[in-house]
């Protein structure tokens, strides 16, 4: 057998050798808009021109009929459930690992989260377990793709069916993804975007939803407006709507960053595609794991280390990585035992669990997340993005590679 590099934590060469790629994430275009918006003396507050702009592109992406958009990720996913009807005395089964957004989306609506297992090498909630947590208090599905990476449509719109319940897809992590060739956001009655500034696409904060429906689409244009009508239809106020509405200025940056937002994606995919490839076969180690019917547009990279099968403890697998200038970052939240979930009839939005309509009871005991409990145990994600190269790639391979096979039972 070969003889094994030096790890770096012992004294031996890094493996990664030379600075990641980086980039801005604005550019001077995004400078050039907002001047725009300023020097024509005032900023509309509802449906200016880049507003509506942003809508037709963000249709024309994905063909879709309408978009709406909105002040953020949470709010547009608040709002396809707000427009959906979806409220007391009702449960959304959704992931047990996802973004604070997701569950504060569906607890504003004041209707209970049900968390679902998820695949410990994906993160994405797995279609066994959507269908055991289905009650007859179950309204509805929300699909998080999370970090670029499809959930198994084929087999969750299955089930949506068989059950007739309502499906949103969380899409704040995954632009221009695809499950058998079709668009994600475009399985379910709502694909729910955000613009934060993390995300593939950034405006600082904002989000936008897309729906085939006009009527979900009228009714989630007025959830996001406070109920002001603006088609000039004169309807008077008749819910309860929100101020979700997009900023003009964010709206002339995200315009200008969706010009890249396939490109940056097929970027992302080649490079973690390529990732998958040089660190496929390790011992120990899972690459980050993408449905055969899938197109990952890869946020984050995430891989898995089973800590059953190394010499080390992970708090040293990790630092070692970090010596060799790998950086990542464990996946280790329990969602279902953050103190929201944990202490539900304490919390703030106890309403949702104590409300006198809703007859059901969710568990959200540990126990019931096996595949979380292996993604806590030994999951991390990098932040592999548009500006990494190819040798940074080769390079972080390399030096999780070393890791691997040093501390390998
Ligand atoms: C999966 C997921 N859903 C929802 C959100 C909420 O988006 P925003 O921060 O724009 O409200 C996020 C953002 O981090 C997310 O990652």
Redesign the pocket.
């Given at each position: 057998m070969a003889r094994l590099e030096e790890l770096a934590i012992n004294g031996g060469p890094k493996a990664k050798k030379h600075p990641y790629g980086v980039g801005p994430k604005h550019l001077v275009a995004e400078l050039k808009a907002v001047k725009k918006i300023l020097e024509r003396g005032a900023i509309q507050f509802a449906r200016g021109p880049e507003v509506m702009e942003l809508r037709e592109k963000l249709c024309k992406l994905y063909g879709a009929k309408h978009c709406i958009t909105t002040s953020?990720?949470?709010?547009?996913?608040h709002t396809a459930l707000g427009a959906l009807g979806i409220g007391r005395g009702d449960e959304v089964v959704t992931s047990s690992w996802?973004?604070?957004?997701?569950y504060i989306?569906i607890l504003q609506q004041n209707a209970v989260p049900v968390l679902a297992d998820v695949d410990p090498f994906s993160g994405n909630m797995t279609p066994e377990s959507v269908e055991k947590r289905i009650t007859r208090h179950t309204k509805a599905i929300l699909v998080?793709?999370?970090e670029g990476n499809p959930c198994d449509m084929a087999k969750i719109m299955k089930i949506a069916r068989k059950r007739k319940l309502l499906v949103v897809e969380?899409?704040?992590?995954?632009y221009l993804c695809e499950y058998n060739g079709k668009k994600c956001g475009t399985f379910g009655t709502f694909g729910?975007f955000?613009?934060?500034d993390?995300?593939h696409i950034g405006a600082g904060?904002?989000?936008m939803l897309i729906t085939n429906n006009a009527r979900l689409a009228d009714r989630a244009d007025l959830f996001a407006d406070k109920c002001y009508d603006r088609t000039g239809r004169k309807r008077d106020p008749f819910l309860v709507g929100y101020n979700y509405r997009m900023n003009l200025m964010a709206a002339g940056v995200a315009l200008e960053q969706m010009k890249n937002l396939k490109r940056l994606c097929a970027r992302r995919h080649r490079l973690g595609e390529k990732l998958t490839k040089l660190i496929s076969g390790l011992p120990a180690v899972t690459p980050h794991k993408v449905l055969p019917k899938a197109h990952c547009t890869y946020?984050h990279y995430a891989f898995h280390v089973d800590p059953g099968a190394i010499k080390v403890s992970m708090a040293e697998f990790v630092k070692a990585m970090r010596a060799e200038g790998v950086s990542a970052s464990p996946m280790s939240r329990l969602v279902p035992q953050w103190p929201i979930f944990r202490d539900k009839v304490r919390s703030p939005h106890a309403c949702a669990w104590s409300c006198p309509l809703y007859k059901g009871k969710v568990d959200y005991s540990l126990k019931n997340f096996p595949g979380l409990q292996t993604l806590a145990a030994g999951g991390f994600r990098m932040g592999l993005n548009e500006h990494w190269t190819d040798r940074d790639v080769v390079e972080v391979a390399k030096g999780i590679r070393k890791v691997a096979l040093h501390y390998a039972k």
């Open positions: 953020s990720g949470t709010a547009a996913i996802s973004d604070m957004g997701t989306a998080v793709h999370l969380d899409l704040a992590q995954s729910c955000s613009v934060n993390s995300k904060d904002g989000g946020w």
